[in-house]
């Protein structure tokens, strides 16, 4: 599919992150985890750690203004989750539960081993869900935006599947640039602005390993909306008023059956939240974490 973008497109959202990178003093590390696995993070800040995991197929760049306004109040640190930015892929294939193990490393790394407010998009949400269950302890918070605790359904597995396949036939920008117009509100994938710029370059960026890996990896996820009434710690849940990835009305009625929760739906955004509507994503997770 030709989504349209343009080369000057693409270039001025390069010359812009390159741009904002500088400005905020951003670190780049990275480190090798368990298995052989190098995980690149940008860590911004100090203060309460808060780690930001995102979604398929994107990366880090997805946090960028995050890393912006909130590492003014905590330590803000973005990894980019296996084969996908910087980080590498040693290894197939992997689980939730192997990305949750990366996040764990990644805390006892870089925060001294404090505990961490944990927020995740869409599939960084469901490595959140088994970090949770894994290392409820280390959890201050949780974030859970654009994402939804069910598996898959059979169709769903199968759709994984063939987009695994066609990654390594075709090539990855075939098997994902049909999700483009699902992931921005109708009017930013109209506008061919910075939302969709972004995410074109991030879709754009993922290797047909990452790809086939990551679909292999979600159509095995675990089920949590059994366990959703023991997840005790507090929660705040977003999603987008035209995200049909993890729709507004499924989402709060999830959200509802959490013991200490806040569910916000943005309007304006799809399944990019913190892209799309960075300001109000933004305020939000300020006004949440502040008083703990
Ligand atoms: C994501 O944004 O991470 C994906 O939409 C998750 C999924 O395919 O279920």
Known sequence: MDVGGTDVGARAAMDRQAHDERQLGMNKLSFLAKRGNLISVTAAGEGMPLILLH??????????????????????????????????????????????EDVEQVRQHLTDDQPVALCGLSMGGYVAFEYWRRYSKRLTALILVNTKPEADTDQGRADRRAMSERAHQLGSWQAVSGMLPKLLSEEHFAQRGAPFHAAEQMLRACSADAVSSAQR????RADFIALLPALRTPTMVITGEEDTIAPP????????????????VLAGAAHLTPLEQPQQFNRLVHEFLAPM
Not at 59 to 88: E, H
Not at 217 to 220: I, S, Y
Not at 257 to 263: G, I, N, R, T
């Open 217 to 220: 990896a979600m159509a095995e």
């Open 55 to 100: 979604g398929f197929p994107l990366d880090q760049r997805l946090w960028l203004q995050q890393l912006d306004y909130l590492s003014k109040n905590y330590c803000v640190i973005a990894p980019d989750l296996r084969g996908f930015g910087q980080s590498t892929l040693t290894e197939e294939p992997y689980s939730m539960a192997d990305l949750a």
């Open 249 to 264: 009305t499924a989402t709060r009625k999830w959200a509802a059956v959490l013991p200490d929760s806040q569910c916000h």
